[in-house]
């Protein structure tokens, strides 16, 4: 009896670890016209978001608290701290940013990623050393790309309209945007955008995570909201942004029962010098490939 349920719990792992998390829906609009529909929804963000201001300023900097809730959100957090505050530096449309950590274990240090190369500078050192730290190259990559997201998802080869949607009384249009197909891909994330038919803003965003490799979890996905927009220079930023497993932030009304959030104190552009996120000087800069 012993041996039958290992073997049904190892073929159930078996078929776990071959399932991807898949968030894609039926569509009924010719390939041709959902995407140019797709298109213009994202180009109406981008317009009233002010992004344009960020081509004109590149370099932008927050203070950033994130928040990781229950014995989940322990286990899972992506820094040393479950509470952590940081000051975030990036260069827009790259992958190369740091930030210095101002609360918690690692307090006074310096994370960064360069050319898609972590690196750390500790507390009263002068010099930046590469080092091997997936979760936290991971943390600081992930928010550079979720505060630049309309723009990065207009720039992907594959989207789709996937029609009109009411949540929490407001109307919405969704945007799917991959870089594959619209199928399943192990190698391409998937994302559903939620877009406000009145402030044409990025309310929500139901996302896959092809990183995560994990057999017992990789059917998972995730989803965000942006809250609490704030104008800075004619750029709208959201100062609040929870995280929820799968399409919780959907289908759940009470969005302070998050799984973790970022919440931005403070917002710039500019303040440092470009330099200050390059320390590493034998690598090239990769831009916005990878």
């Given amino acids: 009896m012993k041996n039958n349920l290992l073997i049904l719990l190892s073929i159930l792992i078996f078929l776990n670890a071959c399932k991807i998390a898949d968030i894609s829906q039926p569509g009924n609009l010719h390939a041709e016209n959902s995407e140019q529909i797709a298109n213009e929804k994202l180009d109406e963000v981008l317009e009233a978001q002010g992004f344009e201001v960020f081509k004109e300023k590149n370099l932008y900097q927050a203070r950033v608290t994130d928040d990781w809730k229950g014995f989940v959100g322990k286990i899972a957090k992506l820094w040393p701290d479950a509470n952590t505050q940081f000051q975030f530096r990036f260069n827009f449309n790259t992958f190369d940013g740091n930030a210095d950590v101002l609360s918690g274990e690692k307090k006074g240090d310096l994370m960064g990623v360069q050319g898609w190369q972590y690196y750390e500078k500790s507390n009263g050192s002068e010099d930046a050393f590469e080092a091997e730290a997936k979760t936290r190259e991971f943390g600081i990559v992930v928010l550079h790309y979720l505060i630049e997201l309309p723009y990065r998802l207009r720039n992907a080869p594959f989207k789709r309209y996937y029609g009109k949607q009411e949540l929490r009384g407001k109307p919405y249009d969704l945007v799917f945007v991959s870089w594959g197909s619209?199928?399943?891909?192990?190698?391409?994330?998937?994302?559903?955008?939620?877009?406000?038919?009145?402030?044409?803003?990025?309310?929500?965003?139901?996302?896959?995570?092809?990183?995560?490799?994990?057999?017992?979890?990789?059917?998972?996905?995730?989803?965000?909201?942006?809250?609490?927009?704030?104008?800075?220079?004619?750029?709208?930023?959201?100062?609040?942004?929870?995280?929820?497993?799968?399409?919780?932030?959907?289908?759940?009304?009470?969005?302070?029962?998050?799984?973790?959030?970022?919440?931005?104190?403070?917002?710039?552009?500019?303040?440092?010098?470009?330099?200050?996120?390059?320390?590493?000087?034998?690598?090239?800069?990769?831009?916005?490939?990878?």
Avoid: C
């Fill in 182 to 290: 619209e199928a399943a891909s192990a190698d391409y994330d998937q994302y559903i955008v939620w877009i406000n038919q009145e402030s044409h803003l990025v309310d929500y965003i139901v996302y896959t995570l092809r990183d995560n490799t994990n057999p017992l979890t990789r059917h998972k996905y995730g989803s965000m909201a942006y809250l609490d927009y704030r104008e800075i220079e004619g750029f709208k930023v959201a100062t609040r942004m929870p995280v929820l497993i799968d399409d919780g932030i959907i289908t759940t009304d009470d969005l302070t029962d998050y799984f973790h959030q970022f919440t931005i104190e403070d917002f710039e552009f500019g303040g440092f010098e470009e330099a200050e996120l390059y320390p590493l000087p034998a690598l090239e800069k990769k831009l916005d490939s990878k």
